[in-house]
C-alpha cells in the first residue's frame, strides 16, 4: 500500500478556492475507484500542530495499492491540479505503513504487511481522534502541552496538524529520526504520556487512531523550508 500525503499552501487571494476545493474536490475523489481511502483536511496554524486553524494550509490523504496508481493521480487529477494552481508550495510524502491500530471514519484506512512491523531510519507517524462534544474543553486545555513537548523531543524533525474539522477532528503527521524516538516521547515524556492516562481516563475520543510508517519519497518545502528526508 502507498499512504500520500500532501500539504499545500494557498495564495491569499486564492482561499477561497481552497474552501471551494473541499467540496467540490470530493466528488472525483469519490468516483476515483483506484483510491481506496481519502481525506481532504484543513491544518492548524502554519500547518502545525496548533488549535488555531490556518485557511492558507490545507491537506489531502490518500491510499493506494502501488506506486503506479498513486503516480497517475498526481499528474493527472483535477485534485492535484487544483493544489498546484491556487497554491504557492506544496509538500508530498509517500509512506508505507507498519503498524495501524483504530479507526478513522469508522475504517482501518491503512493496510499494512502483519509480518514487517518493524524498519530501521526514519519514522513518520498519524494520530487521528474524533473528540466528544462534551470533552472538547478539557481537550484543548491540555493537548497544547503534549505538542510544545514533541517540538523539542529528542529525534524529533517535524510535524503538522490536520483534520476535517478545527475542533472535533484532530490528526498530528510527525516525523521522526527512528522507532525509538517515537517510543520515547510517546511513553517517557511526561506531558505526552500524563495527556494519554487523561485520555484513556476521561474518555475524551469517540473515536481514535495511531498508524507508523516507513518513508518512501518526499518532495517539495513546507514553510519554505526544503525537507530532506
Same mark, same amino acid.
Given at each position: 500500500? =502507498?499512504?500520500? /500525503?500532501?500539504?499545500? +499552501?494557498? *495564495?491569499?487571494?486564492?482561499? #477561497?478556492?481552497?474552501?471551494?476545493?473541499?467540496?467540490?474536490?470530493?466528488?472525483? /475523489?469519490?468516483?476515483?475507484?483506484?483510491? $481506496?481511502?481519502?481525506? @481532504?483536511?484543513?491544518?492548524? +496554524?502554519?500547518?502545525?500542530?496548533?488549535?488555531? #486553524?490556518?485557511?492558507?494550509?490545507? !491537506?489531502? @490523504?490518500?491510499?493506494?495499492?502501488? *506506486? %503506479?496508481?498513486?503516480?497517475?493521480?498526481?499528474?493527472?487529477?483535477?485534485?492535484?491540479?487544483?493544489?498546484?494552481?491556487?497554491?504557492?508550495?506544496?509538500?508530498?510524502?509517500? @509512506?508505507? #505503513? /507498519?503498524?495501524?491500530?483504530? /479507526?478513522?471514519?469508522?475504517?482501518?484506512?491503512?493496510?499494512?504487511?502483519?509480518?514487517? +512491523?518493524?524498519?530501521?531510519?526514519?519514522?513518520?507517524?498519524?494520530?487521528?481522534?474524533?473528540?466528544?462534544? %462534551?470533552?472538547? +474543553?478539557?481537550? *484543548?486545555? %491540555?493537548?497544547? *502541552?503534549?505538542?510544545?513537548?514533541?517540538?523539542?523531543?529528542?529525534?524529533? =524533525?517535524?510535524?503538522?496538524?490536520?483534520?476535517?474539522? #478545527?475542533?472535533?477532528?484532530?490528526?498530528?503527521?510527525? =516525523?521522526?529520526?527512528?522507532?525509538?524516538?517515537?517510543?520515547?516521547? !510517546?511513553?517517557?515524556?511526561? $506531558?505526552?504520556? $500524563?495527556?494519554?492516562?487523561?485520555?484513556?481516563?476521561?474518555?475524551?475520543?469517540?473515536?481514535? @487512531?495511531?498508524?507508523?510508517?516507513?518513508?518512501? $519519497?518526499?518532495?517539495?518545502?513546507?514553510?519554505?523550508?526544503? =525537507?530532506?528526508?
Amino acid at each position: 500500500m =502507498i499512504v500520500a /500525503l500532501t500539504i499545500t +499552501k494557498f *495564495r491569499g487571494l486564492t482561499v #477561497p478556492f481552497a474552501f471551494i476545493g473541499m467540496a467540490v474536490l470530493r466528488v472525483p /475523489l469519490w468516483l476515483n475507484n483506484k483510491c $481506496d481511502f481519502w481525506k @481532504l483536511m484543513g491544518s492548524g +496554524k502554519d500547518a502545525r500542530v496548533d488549535l488555531s #486553524p490556518d485557511y492558507k494550509h490545507w !491537506a489531502v @490523504l490518500t491510499t493506494w495499492d502501488n *506506486r %503506479n496508481d498513486y503516480d497517475h493521480f498526481q499528474h493527472n487529477s483535477v485534485v492535484m491540479k487544483w493544489f498546484k494552481i491556487f497554491g504557492i508550495e506544496s509538500f508530498t510524502i509517500l @509512506l508505507n #505503513p /507498519l503498524t495501524s491500530h483504530g /479507526l478513522w471514519s469508522k475504517q482501518q484506512p491503512f493496510k499494512f504487511d502483519q509480518t514487517n +512491523k518493524s524498519a530501521s531510519g526514519k519514522i513518520a507517524v498519524i494520530t487521528r481522534a474524533a473528540i466528544k462534544f %462534551n470533552r472538547l +474543553k478539557e481537550f *484543548r486545555q %491540555n493537548i497544547k *502541552r503534549a505538542a510544545d513537548a514533541m517540538r523539542i523531543a529528542p529525534g524529533f =524533525i517535524l510535524s503538522a496538524g490536520m483534520g476535517e474539522n #478545527p475542533f472535533f477532528d484532530q490528526a498530528t503527521f510527525s =516525523i521522526w529520526e527512528n522507532a525509538e524516538s517515537v517510543k520515547n516521547y !510517546a511513553y517517557k515524556t511526561f $506531558d505526552h504520556a $500524563d495527556v494519554i492516562k487523561l485520555t484513556r481516563a476521561r474518555e475524551w475520543y469517540k473515536e481514535e @487512531l495511531f498508524a507508523r510508517f516507513s518513508i518512501i $519519497d518526499s518532495w517539495g518545502t513546507l514553510n519554505g523550508v526544503s =525537507i530532506e528526508l
